[in-house]
């Protein structure tokens, strides 16, 4: 089993800025790193994914408020949110997976809450 520790969720108005931080407490390297949220009441929903090489895509939703990145040494994903909007507001999981294995694993969430 694989520990992901989150952290740096946090309460902010409208227009903050908040950055999250998972690290996976592993020695195996992880195809893929990447960012969910879910609000109360709705489904999970992808916001950002970034592989080993860098290739990272964003949700058309946070595209240009936020960036993912990663530290391939440290075997951490960060996600920076700009411009936080009170829809932002959720829980927000980290998500690691292996291809070649398919194994995935999922950190323990996150919250987020932005006030208008």
């Known amino acids: 089993q694989v520990q992901l520790v989150e952290s740096g969720g946090g309460s902010v108005q409208a227009g903050g800025s908040l950055t999250l931080r998972c690290t996976a407490e592993s020695k195996i390297r992880f195809d893929e790193m990447g960012w969910y949220r879910q609000a109360p009441g709705k489904r999970r929903e992808w916001v950002a994914t970034?592989?080993?090489?860098?290739?990272?895509n964003t949700a058309p939703a946070v595209k240009g408020r936020f960036t993912i990145s990663r530290d391939n040494a440290k075997n951490t994903v960060y996600l920076q949110m700009n411009s936080l909007k009170p829809e932002d507001s959720a829980a927000y999981y980290c998500k690691v997976s292996h291809w070649n294995t398919h194994l995935h694993y999922w950190g323990q969430g996150t919250q987020v809450t932005v006030s208008s």
């Open positions: 970034i592989t080993t090489g860098g290739l990272n």
